[in-house]
Nanobody
């Protein structure tokens, strides 16, 4: 089964840092555009950070700009989300997603990892 697997979620205090990791299972995603989304119960899933097409670098949601950093290893096997200065409103399930190069939709998703920020 081809899927993405996230890890690194947990419970931390406001102001702390946390890093999430995402790797592929059943296939490699080194040619895919990768992104992170998050969702809280009762709300739509929202974009957090991702790599733009044609290696034009990362983009970020306004809510996390300056605090979160998306990166991937040199072999493009894993993608990371480094989160600093966490706020209670960052509490959500975080999902890794992959979009084929040139594609418009994210077609592979992970199962999500819970991030909870206490005030």
């Amino acid at each position: 089964q081809q899927r993405l697997v996230e890890s690194g979620g947990g419970l931390v205090q406001a102001g702390d840092s946390l890093s999430l990791s995402c790797t592929g299972s059943g296939r490699t995603f080194n040619s895919y555009d990768m992104a992170w989304f998050r969702q809280v119960p009762g709300k739509a899933r929202e974009f957090v950070a991702g790599f733009r097409r044609n290696d034009r670098g990362p983009s970020y949601a306004d809510a996390v700009k300056g605090r979160f950093t998306i990166s991937r290893d040199s072999a493009r096997i894993a993608v990371y989300l480094h989160m600093n200065a966490l706020k209670p409103e960052d509490t959500a399930s975080y999902y890794c997603a992959a979009r084929a190069s040139g594609g418009s939709e994210y077609i592979y998703w992970g199962q999500g990892t819970q991030v909870t920020i206490s005030s």
